[in-house]
């Protein structure tokens, strides 16, 4: 009998950041679909066979036909076709966020003097996800 691997969704347009997520979430044993859009994500969410357990978003996304999109909008789509998907908000421009974002948690691609934090990424998808490693 083999355990079901928990599905992440990773929403971000720059191929290094896609690679990092995957990887780290991969070395956390969990299955990853990448998308690069907001259109690829919606359809990867309504099709998938059971809902993401996690979705990681970027808030900026460049469209080709919109020039810039939201990962604020995604998560508005994620709350309305997979409530019960948890969402990590992840950004480099916390000067383009208003107001408190309706994700379950935000963090950092660059905090402030610092590097990204992997640990903390990760530490981030076990509390959300309700596992202990």
Request: net charge negative.
């Amino acid at each position: 009998m083999s355990i079901e691997k928990k599905q992440v969704l990773v929403v971000d347009d720059q191929p290094n950041w896609q690679l990092a997520l995957r990887v780290l979430l991969e070395s956390e044993d969990y299955e990853v679909k990448v998308t690069t859009d907001l259109q690829e994500a919606e359809q990867a969410i309504a099709n998938a066979c059971t809902p993401f357990a996690l979705a990681v978003l970027d808030l900026r996304l460049v469209d080709e036909e919109i020039e810039n999109v939201h990962g604020l909008e995604l998560i508005t789509y994620i709350k309305a076709h997979s409530s019960s998907t948890k969402t990590i908000l992840l950004t480099g421009y916390p000067e383009k966020l208003k107001g408190k974002p309706d994700a379950d948690k935000l963090l950092f691609k660059v905090p402030e003097g610092s590097r990204f934090n992997s640990k903390e990424f990760k530490g981030t998808v076990r509390e959300l996800l309700s596992e202990a490693k």
